[in-house]
């Protein structure tokens, strides 16, 4: 048939399109996740390896079994629920039972994303309010730290990480405090050097700022990652925490306070999750400026020695007011539009 | 196709154009040149095939400081524009003065894309000295051509929300428009023809051809040849431009460029959709700073009262940078127009 006669397609515009699509911004992240959960193997061994391949196939299984129970198509393809359950491995001690970590997966994708709509729909960060609700169930569980590099590492399973669930786990070896536990139980601050490179104890995948900070850039520099988030995050933090070092130097230094716990890891891969964030230019500002402030006022003056997960979890609770409160400017109304 | 009219010519006539009273820019008035603008059917050659006239008629109560002679190719794909600016520099000169004269305005800016040199300098050289004329260089950037971003690239000025170009003291006329203006009026014709790029992957014999208004679009592509994979053809660009289900459709006024694509690029804009995941993209691209991902799930929910009240739907001129750059393939642009037709049909109902 002559090509003159033929059907023709009838579309709308644009009749061009970027290339980049959901499921590869999210791929992406995982990709940026690989040096770090990389090296929480590398230092914490058969553990780390065990609990974060837990996570995270419970939490794409989790999500998979969800949809064909209501005769959806699997969402899991779009790799976002196995973002979620790697965040959630690398945020969980060590040699916490697996089974917990299991159940944490569980809610993180069940209560926290699917039951809101799935993905796009959620308000919070699954892995992080997943995590708090474990938090909430197993305090002493999730403040039990594992020691790193230990010399049996990669032929050892904790005892505790296969404990049978229900029961009282019994820990092979409980490091010291976290950075964080020690400064603020103990008064004594922990080399920040040794934090930016990852030698101290901690969650699984927040103790290498180095390798927390180099995925970061690497989805900033494709675009798949909204920069002023963290930026923002860590000079709040880092200005409030200046100005109270100064008044009273027995607080933790702003370097201290950057580079400890979870402030890493939460500001660059938790507090950006695009979903659980505003989207207006100055809701992205205040937002992170929520978080920064939070961050430090639950560290210095809370209960609890880490605070990222609240602060975190309070912008997300804030985010789709800022986005209605803090809308941009539009083209020809506000201070410009009647210029002439 | 919908039946029209068919025009038959008489077998014996010889076919020839009757021009009418030429109209002379140093002895006609503002009103006279308006009227001569719209007796030879001069439109916005750009796409929008806007009446000219029209836009050249400035309410009493606004005045015109500046004229923009729009040089920035409206899409990628179209090239038009820069062959006028290469090739019809004294026509556009003359245009120029018309206008000028017709909307008192006093002076003149030419808004060219920084990668086109060429046109840059040959509009340069050929410049009239006796004309308040500068030739600027604004940066290559989608959408560059559109009325009110040429504006603030040039002028830092913005058009208010739902008013005209007017309003903040300027008027753009696109380059061609110009040209036809100053090559029509001397000479009392009227507009019977215009020049269109045919471009895309589905064409043999790319580029810009002069071609007469009314020609089907079957017989302009037969002249360039189409490849065997060809399966969109769209009247435009590719960000704006629409698609025609028949070749039996004429070139109008307003076809500044006929694309054709091919499976392969068909292909590429035909994805999985998913839902939004608020990664902003789409309100960093957005030129005149709309929140297209609010207004997407507005859309979805009908929500049109809110789209138009609170998140100024209106001013959007469906660009469709929006729905390029989206990663979960929304068709944020689509659903736009969608919702501003529904709300200019209930406003003429009520």
């Not at chain 2, 025609?244 to 091919?262: A, F, N, R």
Request: net charge positive; aromatic share 8%.
């Amino acid at each position: 048939m002559n090509v003159l006669n033929k059907p023709l397609e009838i579309r709308t515009s644009p009749h061009l399109k970027s290339s980049v699509s959901t499921n590869q911004i999210m791929f992406n992240v995982v990709i940026a996740l690989l040096p770090v959960t990389i090296f929480a193997i590398y230092s914490f061994g058969l553990a780390a390896l065990l609990m974060l391949s837990v996570t995270t196939i419970a939490a794409v299984l989790t999500e998979h079994i969800y949809c064909r129970l209501n005769n959806k198509e699997s969402t899991v393809g779009d790799w976002s629920a196995a973002i979620t359950g790697l965040l959630l491995g690398l945020t969980l001690p060590p040699a916490l039972p697996l089974w917990m970590a299991v159940l944490g997966s569980i809610v993180s994708i069940m209560l926290v994303k699917v039951l809101f709509g799935g993905l796009g729909y959620n308000v919070f960060n699954p892995a992080l309010a997943g995590r708090a609700i474990l938090q909430a169930a197993f305090p002493v569980a999730i403040t039990t730290w594992h020691p790193a590099f230990l010399a049996d590492r990669f032929t050892h399973i904790p005892s505790s990480s296969l404990a049978w669930p229900f029961t009282t786990a019994t820990y092979d070896a409980v490091a010291g405090a976290t950075p964080l536990g020690n400064m603020k139980f103990n008064h004594v601050a922990a080399e920040v050097s040794d934090m930016v490179l990852g030698m101290t104890s901690g969650s699984i995948g927040e103790t290498s700022a180095v390798l927390i900070l180099l995925g970061g850039a690497y989805l900033v520099a494709r675009n798949m990652m909204n920069w002023k988030i963290p930026v923002t995050i860590f000079l709040t933090v880092a200005v409030f925490s200046g100005i109270v070092h100064f008044f009273n130097p027995t607080t933790p230094t702003p370097l201290f306070m950057l580079f400890s716990g979870g402030m890493m890891l939460g500001a660059v891969f938790m507090a950006t999750d695009m979903v659980s964030s505003p989207i207006t230019d100055r809701g992205i500002i205040v937002y992170s400026m929520i978080i920064g402030i939070m961050v430090v006022v639950i560290r210095l003056w809370g209960g609890l020695p880490e605070g990222m997960m609240y602060a975190i979890l309070m912008g997300n609770a804030v985010s789709p007011l800022l986005n209605r409160a803090l809308k941009s400017r539009v083209y020809g109304t506000g201070r410009k539009g009647g210029a002439k | 196709m919908v039946m029209s009219i068919f025009l038959e010519p008489f077998p014996a006539s010889g076919q020839t154009v009757d021009p009418g009273a030429p109209c002379k820019v140093d002895s006609a008035t503002p009103a006279e040149i308006i009227n001569a603008i719209q007796e030879a059917g001069i439109v916005g050659l750009g796409g929008a095939a806007f009446p000219t006239h029209v836009k050249l008629k400035i309410p009493k109560d606004k005045s015109v400081d500046t004229l923009i002679i729009n040089g920035v190719e409206c899409e990628p794909y179209l090239t038009t524009d820069h062959r006028v600016m290469l090739e019809q520099q004294d026509d556009i000169f003359m245009g120029i003065r018309y206008i000028l004269k017709a909307t008192g305005a006093r002076r003149v800016i030419i808004g060219i894309e920084a990668n086109k040199a060429d046109a840059i300098i040959s509009l340069q050289e050929r410049a009239p000295y006796d004309l308040p004329v500068t030739i600027e260089a604004v940066k290559v950037k989608y959408p560059q051509g559109a009325e009110k971003m040429l504006i603030t690239a040039l002028l830092a000025r913005e058009v208010p929300s739902g008013g005209l170009p007017a309003d903040c003291g300027c008027v753009v006329v696109n380059v061609a428009t110009t040209a036809e203006i100053g090559r029509l009026l001397p000479l009392g014709r009227g507009i019977i023809e215009r020049s269109i790029t045919i471009t895309g992957p589905g064409v043999k014999k790319r580029g810009n051809y002069l071609i007469p208004i009314g020609t089907p679009l079957r017989y302009a592509l037969e002249q360039a040849g189409l490849k065997k994979n060809a399966t969109r053809v769209i009247l435009g660009g590719p960000m704006m431009g629409f698609t025609v289900s028949s070749l039996d459709v004429p070139i109008t006024k307003g076809t500044s460029g006929l694309l054709v694509l091919t499976d392969k690029e068909s292909q590429s804009t035909i994805r999985k959709e998913y839902a939004c995941i608020g990664c902003s993209h789409c309100l960093d691209a957005c030129p005149i700073f709309l929140n297209p991902s609010r207004m997407g799930r507005l859309a979805k929910f009908e929500q049109y009262d809110i789209m138009e009240k609170e998140y100024n739907l209106m001013d959007c001129f469906e660009c469709g940078s929006c729905s390029y750059v989206c990663p979960s393939n929304i068709p944020l642009v689509h659903y736009f127009r969608v919702a501003k037709g529904i709300i200019r049909d209930k406003k003429a109902a009520a």
